[in-house]
């Protein structure tokens, strides 16, 4: 257990309206991620995040903003949540355990549903 | 760019069948590789990775060889359970970031 939780579990909203989803780690591991998941596209980036204040942007970031003031938190904002954005949402956890290499843990997922 | 590519699903196989998810790389240099499993309604759990070439991951009964001459990490489990029911990923990192195969389902049916 990597110590992630994500809120809210499940948001239905409408068009239009932000929204902001909260990730949440106990670990104060440096490099935060969050990621969209749809059929048949597997994962992939929003923005990730490499310490507090410090982000950059993924592979599909438009409509996506994302601050982190604390390192425990990642918030992710849509700022006017479209049809398109409705997904499920995870956060990740880069874990470094002796060598170089990086290992990625998941929080349980936010389903996020626009109207 | 670096990128894998894993094959297509869904995969239907009885209780007790071999089985075999391909998943090919591209990459420069030889990094490490991963598969997380994902259980239905759960996030990504780190199922196995090998960290160099000709390195056996394994876990839960599950292994795969990082096989650098075919850019291969293929995963497999001789006898597969209901309970292995899930969508499997394999992933590639790459700088501060990971990139993830589209996913395979599998069912296991009694």
């Known amino acids: 257990d990597a110590g992630i939780t994500q809120s809210p579990r499940h948001k239905v909203t409408e068009t239009g309206t932000p929204v902001t989803l909260r990730c949440h780690q106990t670990?104060?591991?440096?490099?935060m991620y969050w990621y969209r998941q749809d059929p048949g596209h597997g994962l992939r980036l929003i923005h990730y995040?490499?310490?507090?204040?410090?982000?950059d942007k993924g592979e599909v970031s438009d409509g996506y903003s994302v601050s982190r003031s604390k390192t425990e938190d990642f918030l992710l904002t849509l700022e006017s949540a479209t049809s398109s954005q409705t997904s499920v949402y995870f956060c990740?956890?880069?874990?470094?355990?002796?060598?170089?290499?990086?290992?990625?843990?998941f929080g349980p997922g936010t389903r996020l549903t626009v109207l | 760019g670096d990128s894998v590519t894993q094959m297509e699903g869904p995969v239907t196989l009885s209780e007790e069948a071999f089985l075999t998810i391909n998943c090919t790389y591209t990459?420069?240099?030889?990094?490490?590789l991963f598969w997380y499993v994902q259980y239905p309604g759960e996030g990504l759990q780190l199922l196995l990775k090998?960290?160099?070439?000709?390195d056996k991951g394994s876990n839960k009964g599950f292994e795969a060889t990082y096989r650098k001459e075919t850019t291969s990490f293929h995963l497999e489990k001789g006898s597969v359970q209901v309970s292995d029911s899930a969508v499997y990923f394999c992933?590639?990192?790459?700088?501060?970031?990971?990139?993830f195969g589209t996913g395979t389902s599998l069912t296991v049916i009694p």
């Open positions: 992933a590639l990192p790459t700088g501060n970031q990971f990139y």
């Open positions: 090998a960290t160099k070439a000709d």
């Open positions: 990740a956890i880069s874990v470094r355990a002796g060598g170089s290499t990086d290992t990625q843990y």
């Open positions: 670990e104060n591991h440096r490099y």
């Open positions: 995040s490499y310490g507090v204040k410090d982000t």
């Open positions: 990459a420069t240099g030889y990094p490490s």
